[in-house]
């Protein structure tokens, strides 16, 4: 089991910025892949950012230039910087970390927290 604990969401004004974290624990050595959901109001969840282990990444084309993700394996914690929030940026985002056993992909995710872009 991976447990995930996010943090750093918020109220903050279009063209602000916020960084979240979110922090693994328990069965870390089997994460391949963490990154950032978000889902907005009447919306499905999307993918913001995605890093692997190795670090390569890869982000929705609505936030590429605004948003970087990072990764700090010794902490066993992933950031999304964001910065040039726009209104539509506001939901409520998601870390995600997962694994693959073959060719399952077995997906853990944290509790969410709220990210409000609003004058």
């Known amino acids: 089991q991976v447990q995930l604990v996010e943090s750093g969401g918020g109220l903050v004004q279009p063209g602000g910025s916020l960084r979240l974290s979110c922090a693994a624990s328990g069965s870390i050595f089997r994460i391949d892949v963490m990154g950032w959901y978000r889902q907005a109001p009447g919306k499905e969840r999307e993918l913001v950012a995605v890093?692997?282990?190795?670090?390569?990444?890869n982000c929705a084309s609505s936030v590429k230039g605004r948003f970087t993700i990072s990764r700090d394996n010794a902490k066993n914690t992933v950031y999304l910087q964001m910065n040039s929030l726009k209104p539509e940026d506001t939901a409520v985002y998601y870390c995600?970390?997962?694994?693959?056993?073959?060719?399952?992909?077995?997906?853990?995710w944290g509790q969410g927290t709220q990210v409000t872009v609003s004058s």
């Open positions: 995600n970390a997962g694994y693959w056993s073959g060719p399952t992909y077995y997906p853990y």
């Open positions: 890093i692997s282990s190795g670090g390569g990444t």
